[in-house]
């Protein structure tokens, strides 16, 4: 009943935690990029973990959680603001079973477990989408905007919509599980 | 367009009535839910849906700031947010405190301002459309408390002064209607009182004020109100702050005015939209310069309950961001869960493989699942148990008598033409649910292959013996799903959707003594001291897509 999901084994690189990177992403400062495992990351995406808080030591600048999905050409990018006259940029922390869907742009600071974010989205600067919110296709989050817990948000500017089902969470943690297994490589 | 399968729930039919409406009418829809909003109430044995379960609130908080407002001031906050949450008067996004430009250091570049929060006068600003307050007057000294340093204009307001003095006058009279309702305990209907003696207020004003409106008596239809007539005359006339034509220099007359201001108008941005003045309590002037920021209303947690039983089905956590729910009695958890699909669908991508990937629904294929008129198709239900018991299940299609006599009298007879579809004739088990195999995907997915390759023997060597791929019946069994097969033959003439309502009963072995006993149902039945059959029964409608007529040839290769 579950159709599988294939992609070509060459272009994909899985690691022992099972995450699944594809070679045409474009991972830059992968040393500061934290993959939960289980995690996709799709062709054409773009994870800027080199845009890392000045100082020293090792910052990690995006933290990704477990059965997460970012998908084609996405971009992920840290927020940054000038604050008391320093610019710098601030780390994006994502949680388990979130979903992101194709070109979207996502300069979130803090998205919850179980969000799924559509296709062709725009989520602003300081972003912070709790848990079980959902926004639909071609959504543009404004900056600084929170969207709370089990919301849907839609338009431009995204605005809430509806409260979303109790049983979301359930729903999007099977939906993530079933999308990783979903996933196979084909030999080619 | 993906099959689809949605539950029904009987809230919407009679009492007497219990089965579903026609799948093809238009109004059927409302009777049918994706089974995940669907609730499961335990004491009346059934299906609750939204519709019809009672809501209560159970929390209130900012949507914004999170911020849990107790109830208690609720009221005295107007339902809105009362700290720094400010949404765009234009766009309806969250406005955002900045602070003014530090001032010029004199070498060309502003020079690095000491304090933390920055320089005042501090304004709103929309990070959407770049409104801010400043445009309209609206400034800060600190950035904090925006609310109540907003507030002295909001109670000055000519609506809010109204608001108040009408509920001064009423006040009085509310409180003396509801003294006596306690002192007539006898009464049924006393807790109408304080609501009548107001409608009998308002219903005078109204007949004064506008000629030929009758006036709504309540009074009249209830005895207990005949009683308070007294009450009624004692009511003096309320009289208005403000004379109507005062309110042509608050600048909303709607002529001389609006139309001058029409006149230097530049672009159609300077009027405000209905939506954006939708929610003034009083009429303002159009132009959007005199938009307002406008407080973010909160939201509100809710509790839901079942409509006959009052058990409660839903209660979330106190915490306003928690997701988790001290009760959550929902379908998913009683119900098998089914889902369906078309073979020949899933199929037709199976062949164009994409290498990289992709959802089967892209819009290339979005044709791909349709049927032609007068073929048959196969199509697969996959039925989940969401029970620690296994259980047996049994489907049958609805015989659809509408639709049979729409076809021998409407006149549209040939676009009705149905289509018959084939099911498993004989009951099946779908296996228990077991925590275990939430698990199997951490064992490298080589379970799913090994049922896929199960499956494409079984078929294989279906062929071989009945020289036939077998379509209607069990076709697969995997921890606690069970897929079965079934067949659609659409007519020749037939049009719309392959749309039918399915009756779905599935029996388990329960623990209690009698099914009337309390505590009925929990999905752990583990222990089984008396084993009795039990067996409950739902409708669902199953939609398997448009038919296409059989003219239209859309793609060489079908």
């Known amino acids: 009943m579950d159709v599988p999901v294939y992609y070509s084994k060459a272009e994909f690189i899985e690691t022992d935690t099972g995450n699944k990177v594809s070679r045409r992403a474009t991972i830059a400062g992968p040393q500061n990029i934290i993959l939960g495992g289980k995690t996709i990351i799709s062709s054409g995406a773009i994870i800027r973990g080199d845009l890392r808080r000045t100082g020293p030591g090792h910052a990690v600048v995006i933290s990704l959680g477990r059965y997460c999905l970012v998908g084609e050409g996405c971009v992920m990018r840290p927020p940054y603001k000038t604050y008391r006259g320093n610019f710098n940029y601030y780390p994006m922390k994502i949680g388990d079973y979130v979903h992101v869907g194709a070109n979207t742009v996502v300069e979130a600071a803090t998205i919850g477990n179980h969000v799924v974010i559509g296709k062709n989205c725009v989520i602003g600067k300081f972003t912070i989408i709790k848990d079980c919110a959902q926004v639909a296709d071609n959504t543009v989050i404004p900056p600084n905007t929170v969207i709370p817990a089990l919301a849907l948000f839609s338009g431009s500017p995204g605005r809430f919509i509806e409260d979303l089902p109790e049983s979301t969470q359930e729903m999007v943690e099977s939906q993530t599980k079933q999308y990783y297994s979903r996933f196979q490589p084909l030999e080619r | 367009m993906a099959p689809t399968i949605h539950y029904y729930c009987p809230c919407q039919s009679g009492e007497s009535v219990q089965t579903p409406p026609p799948p093809h009418m238009a109004s059927s829809s409302a009777s049918f839910h994706p089974l995940h909003s669907l609730f499961f109430c335990e004491e009346c044995d059934a299906v609750r849906c939204n519709r019809c379960v009672s809501v209560e609130v159970s929390g209130y908080y900012c949507p914004n700031c999170l911020f849990e407002v107790p109830s208690a001031s609720v009221r005295a906050e107007k339902n809105r947010c009362a700290r720094n949450c400010f949404s765009c008067p234009i766009c309806r996004s969250t406005l ?105 207020a308002a219903s005078a004003a109204l007949a004064r004020d506008i000629p030929g409106v009758g006036k709504y008596n309540p009074l009249a239809r209830s005895r207990v109100g005949r009683d308070r007539t007294a009450n009624k005359d004692e009511m003096p006339e309320y009289k208005s702050r403000m004379e109507i034509g005062v309110l042509g220099q608050l600048g909303s007359e709607g002529d001389g005015s609006d139309v001058e201001a029409l006149r230097r108008m530049e672009s159609a941005e300077e009027i405000a939209s209905l939506e954006q003045r939708w929610g003034n309590s009083w009429t303002t002037s159009l132009g959007t310069s005199d938009l307002r920021p406008l407080r973010i209303p909160l939201h509100s947690k809710v509790s839901k309950r079942c409509p006959s039983c009052r058990h409660i089905l839903i209660k979330p956590e106190q915490k306003a961001q928690s997701v988790r729910y001290k009760i959550k009695l929902v379908a998913a958890n009683y119900l098998p869960a089914m889902t369906v699909a078309l073979p020949h669908h899933t199929q037709g991508a199976d062949a164009t493989r994409r290498p990289q990937a992709k959802v089967p629904s892209a819009p290339d294929d979005r044709n791909a699942g349709a049927m032609m008129a007068g073929k048959s198709y196969p199509f697969h239900l996959a039925l989940t148990n969401p029970l620690y018991d296994p259980i047996q299940v049994r489907l049958s299609v609805q015989r659809m008598h509408v639709t049979a006599a729409t076809n021998s009298t409407a006149p549209e007879k040939a676009r009705r033409t149905p289509f018959a579809v084939s099911l498993p004739t004989s009951s099946f088990p779908v296996a228990a649910f077991a925590e275990a195999w939430e698990y199997d995907d951490d064992d490298d997915m080589f379970g799913l292959e090994d049922d896929e390759l199960g499956l494409e023997m079984g078929r294989t060597r279906d062929k071989d013996g009945k020289g036939k791929v077998k379509t209607v019946g069990v076709l697969e069994k995997r921890a606690n799903v069970t897929v079965v097969g079934g067949e659609v033959v659409i007519g020749k003439e037939a049009r719309g959707h392959v749309k039918f309502n399915m009756l779905v009963s599935y029996t388990y072995r329960s623990d209690d003594p009698l099914p009337s006993e309390d505590g009925a149902g929990t999905p752990s039945r583990t222990v089984a001291k008396t084993p009795e059959v039990k067996t409950f029964t739902f409708y669902t409608v199953v939609d398997l897509g448009p038919i296409l007529p059989r003219e239209e040839k859309l793609d060489p290769d079908i």
Not at chain 2, 103 to 131: A, I, K, M, Q, T
Not at chain 2, 147 to 159: G, T, V
Request: aromatic residues 8%; contains cysteine.
């Open chain 2, 96 to 200: 955002q405190v900045v602070a003014s430009d530090p001032p010029d250091g004199g070498d060309g570049r502003p020079s690095v301002s000491l304090s933390n929060v920055g320089e005042p006068p501090f304004f709103l600003y929309c990070n959407h459309c770049r409104w801010d307050s400043a445009e309209v007057g609206i400034t800060f000294e600190k950035p904090t408390g925006l609310a109540a340093q907003l507030q002295k204009f909001e109670d000055s307001a000519p609506e809010s002064l109204e608001f108040e003095r009408l509920k001064e006058h009423f006040e009085p009279f509310l409180r003396t209607s509801s003294l006596s309702s306690l002192s007539h305990v006898p009464s049924t209907s006393s807790h109408h009182l304080p609501t009548s003696s107001a409608t009998a």
